[in-house]
């Protein structure tokens, strides 16, 4: 599984840690870790201290590769921020599409109303028209 992690070199020399802050959901969907998670790494003992990196990681929590995050990150930039997609415009627009849902909502429960008071009538003019049948052959 994919994550984004720093990595942290300790003072006295030792093996290379990777502080995970996110891992990949889906394609496009990344979750952010809460809590800190830090795993050793020697694959890392060739990045600088603190940088960020991608990295793959096997079920137990084992380095199956390791590439500098330099180039994604500045693609996620040039990807949605330089297009004007950022926090506030998400939350915006998630806001009109409640505000959307909201709308259809009403009117759907509308129609429901309208469709309860036609079947009414429609069993109202029903009766009348079989009274109105039964008056006839009295007559």
Same mark, same amino acid.
């Given at each position: 599984m994919l994550h984004l992690a720093q990595v942290q070199k300790q003072e006295h020399p030792g093996?290379? #840690?990777?502080?995970?802050?996110?891992? #990949?959901?889906?394609?496009t969907a990344w979750v952010v870790i809460?809590?800190?998670?830090?795993?050793?790494?020697?694959?890392a003992g060739a990045c600088n201290d603190?940088?960020?990196?991608?990295?793959d990681?096997?079920?137990?929590? #084992?380095v199956l590769s390791i590439q500098d995050a330099t180039k994604w990150v500045v693609g996620l930039v040039s990807d949605y921020l330089t297009s004007g997609i950022t926090p506030?415009?998400?939350?915006?627009?998630?806001?009109r599409i409640?505000?959307?849902?909201?709308s259809v909502t009403l009117e759907k429960q509308e129609l429901a109303r309208?469709?309860?008071e036609l079947e009414a009538r429609r069993?109202?003019?029903?009766?009348?028209?079989e009274q109105r049948d039964k008056d006839d052959k009295e007559k």
């Amino acid at each position: 599984m994919l994550h984004l992690a720093q990595v942290q070199k300790q003072e006295h020399p030792g093996e290379p #840690q990777l502080r995970l802050l996110a891992r #990949q959901d889906f394609e496009t969907a990344w979750v952010v870790i809460a809590e800190t998670r830090v795993i050793p790494s020697p694959e890392a003992g060739a990045c600088n201290d603190g940088a960020l990196v991608l990295v793959d990681l096997s079920p137990t929590q #084992q380095v199956l590769s390791i590439q500098d995050a330099t180039k994604w990150v500045v693609g996620l930039v040039s990807d949605y921020l330089t297009s004007g997609i950022t926090p506030a415009f998400l939350a915006e627009e998630k806001e009109r599409i409640e505000q959307g849902l909201q709308s259809v909502t009403l009117e759907k429960q509308e129609l429901a109303r309208k469709t309860l008071e036609l079947e009414a009538r429609r069993e109202e003019i029903q009766r009348l028209l079989e009274q109105r049948d039964k008056d006839d052959k009295e007559k």
